[in-house]
């Protein structure tokens, strides 16, 4: 009688352990497995390390706007603008964003500088390249570019020359530094140093040829506007 009531007991025990087992497993997929009500299904938690979404503002073939104020520091070249005041600078261009971590950007602007009564203006008008560290609100870049400088030059009568008032439209070329901060997926506040390079001739009035050094570095702070 002893042994019957020891098996039944120990089927009695398998019975419900087998039981709670099936039940937890349903109530597992009732309420979800993290709890929820039943019939709903809760998607499993995102994987570690999963890649974020490229920025909206990096859309290949995106066009922008962009314009710039800033300073000029002129260069302190003997043979180009030494003793110069630093001056004003701006530029406005467009530019597209070929690809997430590249942009083409066409340029047009001026910067000049004076001392005294001598006056040096430079009009650039560039085409250029930008390396853009992708990212969805800071973007740090570097760039170069290349095109045509009209540059002006105004100085009185001095030791060197008889006095210069002349013009002249040279190949130049620049690098920049900058920095876009995106306020949303279509504008950002933009930080921007440039260094420019152009080397004109220019002449006084006996008709000799001075090369005079006109670049130097412009810092600008500006908006860039997408399309």
């Not at 087998?18 to 019939?39: K, L």
């Not at 998607?43 to 104020?69: D, T």
């Amino acid at each position: 009688m002893n042994r019957y009531l020891a098996f039944a007991l120990a089927g009695l025990m398998v019975a419900a352990t087998a039981a709670t087992s099936v039940a937890a497993e349903y109530d597992r997929y009732e309420r979800g497995p993290r709890g929820g009500r039943s019939g709903e299904y809760a998607p499993p938690p995102p994987r570690r390390g999963a890649e974020a979404p490229p920025p909206r503002h990096a859309q290949f073939g995106q066009l922008y706007f962009f314009g710039h104020v800033g300073i000029f520091d002129p260069n302190s070249d003997v043979d180009g603008l030494d003793g110069y005041d630093s001056g004003g600078n701006f530029d406005i261009g467009f530019g597209s964003r070929v690809s997430p971590v590249f942009a083409i950007d066409g340029t047009f602007g001026g910067y000049g500088a004076d001392r005294g009564s001598d006056e040096a203006t430079v009009v650039p008008l560039t085409i250029g390249g930008r390396l853009i560290l992708p990212h969805p609100f800071i973007e740090p870049y570097v760039g170069a570019g290349l095109g045509l400088y009209f540059s002006s030059l105004d100085e009185r009568p001095g030791a060197v020359s008889t006095g210069i008032d002349d013009t002249s439209a040279d190949f130049g070329g620049y690098l920049s530094i900058g920095l876009d901060m995106w306020l949303n997926p279509r504008v950002a506040l933009n930080f921007e140093g440039k260094y420019h390079w152009v080397d004109p001739t220019f002449q006084d009035s006996s008709g000799r040829s001075f090369d005079v050094n006109m670049g130097g570095w412009t810092a600008n702070l500006g908006v860039r506007v997408a399309f």
